[in-house]
């Protein structure tokens, strides 16, 4: 019979299929125990949206079987999220802050950001949802949230007064917008200062809690919402969404070079609106091209606007539809991209502020 140290030496060689590294290098290997013939290995997964925990617990019961059949094996699973706890130089306590942004406008960009966050919480997240497009918000809406958020004045650890607002609560993610601060109908006309004080406002002056991930929708384009973001923040990564015609890509790629000229890491492309009417597969053929990760594809199905118009984006990644595999697998790919890119690159990224 093994020992616990030889059992967790045999796990821990075991190659993870999603990045072909070990369970050892990823630090997913809990502990392990053996008591005669019985066994418990305890693995810790990096996200609650971790795709096929199952088949994962399956691999490491076979490669046991083979060296030590006599063992009556236990196998639990548990997950921990991991981050670059990037948004600690604003006072944030999110482990991963990941924007949502594309080249230009009408590509879903909202209903997608919208979508991960509902799908990372179906999944046993902790999730916040930030819109930062404060002269169009459409997340009220689409999370059926309203009202105003409250707001109370506290002391910082220095003596220092200050106004913390709390988001507002929509299914378990908690939301922050301009959407909340004005009336139906409302428009925002200021310039550029004042939308970097919004935008500064709404990140450290929530009091978003401790969150796992916290998504931000950004307006279209690569003007100062984004650049904002970038100097105010350290960002897990960005996400680009894009429809398949040949003008929507254009202004993705410039989108992308925007986060890299900002030194934001990309965590890929995802193809909105797939289907007969936009065409199928030119995202995927750019982000080869680019060698940028491709996250996945969201068919061009009505049902999506039906539950998005109807303020029902949490319930559409719960129910039965024509869209729900491929949006929580879209959200799958995000947190697992995230991961990636933390053990690619362990530090923070340095933003070069323009």
């Known amino acids: 019979?093994?020992?616990?140290?030889?059992?967790?030496?045999?796990?821990?060689?075991?190659?993870?299929?999603?990045?072909?590294?070990?369970?050892?290098?990823?630090?997913?290997?809990?502990?392990?125990?053996?008591?005669?013939?019985?066994?418990?290995?305890?693995?810790?997964?990096?996200?609650?949206?971790w795709p096929n925990p199952k088949g994962l617990e399956e691999l490491v019961r076979q490669r046991i079987r083979f060296a030590a059949p006599d063992l009556d094996v236990r196998i639990e699973v548990h997950s921990t999220v991991r981050g670059k706890d990037t948004g600690g130089r604003i006072g944030l306590n999110v482990h991963n802050v990941i924007a949502v942004g594309s080249g230009k406008g009408?590509?879903?960009?909202?209903?997608?950001?919208?979508?991960?966050?509902?799908?990372?919480?179906?999944?046993?997240?902790?999730?916040?949802?930030?819109?930062?497009?404060?002269?169009?918000?459409?997340?009220?809406?689409?999370?059926?949230?309203?009202?105003?958020?409250?707001?109370?004045?506290?002391?910082?650890?220095?003596?220092?007064?200050?106004?913390?607002?709390?988001?507002?609560?929509?299914?378990?993610?908690?939301?922050?917008?301009?959407?909340?601060?004005?009336?139906q109908g409302q428009?925002?006309?200021?310039?550029?200062?004042?939308?970097?004080?919004?935008?500064?406002?709404f990140l450290k002056d929530t009091d978003w809690g401790e969150l796992d991930y916290l998504i931000i929708?950004?307006?279209?384009?690569?003007?100062?919402?984004?650049?904002?973001?970038?100097?105010?923040?350290?960002?897990?990564?960005?996400?680009?969404v894009c429809t398949p015609q040949q003008v929507a890509l254009l202004d993705a790629i410039k989108a992308v070079d925007m986060y890299q000229k900002v030194s934001v890491p990309i965590l890929g492309f995802i193809e909105n609106m797939t289907g007969e009417i936009f065409g199928r597969g030119g995202v995927q053929k750019v982000a080869a091209e680019m060698k940028?990760?491709?996250?996945?594809?969201?068919?061009?199905?009505?049902?999506?606007?039906e539950y998005a118009d109807r303020g029902q984006l949490m319930q559409m990644l719960q129910e039965d539809n024509p869209a729900r595999d491929d949006l929580r697998a879209v959200c799958q790919n995000v947190a697992v991209q995230i991961f990636r890119e933390l053990i690619r690159s362990p530090a923070g990224p340095v933003l070069e502020i323009l």
């Not at 630090?27 to 019985?38: E, H, K, L, S, Y």
């Not at 949802?129 to 002269?135: E, F, G, I």
């Not at 428009?187 to 406002?201: E, F, N």
């Not at 940028?292 to 606007?305: D, W």
């Open 1 to 49: 019979m093994p020992t616990a140290e030889q059992l967790q030496l045999l796990v821990s060689n075991v190659v993870e299929p999603l990045t072909q590294r070990s369970l050892g290098e990823l630090r997913m290997v809990r502990d392990t125990f053996i008591n005669g013939n019985d066994a418990r290995v305890r693995l810790e997964l990096p996200t609650p949206a």
């Open 106 to 183: 009408g590509v879903g960009k909202s209903t997608v950001a919208a979508a991960i966050a509902c799908g990372l919480h179906s999944f046993g997240c902790r999730v916040g949802l930030m819109d930062a497009d404060v002269y169009g918000p459409s997340i009220p809406h689409m999370m059926h949230a309203e009202g105003r958020p409250a707001a109370s004045e506290v002391t910082d650890s220095e003596g220092n007064r200050m106004m913390r607002m709390e988001p507002i609560d929509a299914g378990g993610v908690k939301l922050m917008s301009m959407g909340f601060f004005i009336d």
């Open 187 to 201: 428009s925002v006309v200021w310039r550029g200062p004042m939308l970097h004080k919004a935008l500064t406002q």
């Open 217 to 240: 929708d950004l307006p279209p384009g690569t003007g100062d919402v984004a650049l904002t973001l970038a100097q105010q923040v350290g960002l897990a990564g960005a996400v680009v």
């Open 292 to 305: 940028i990760p491709f996250l996945g594809e969201i068919p061009l199905k009505a049902c999506i606007r």
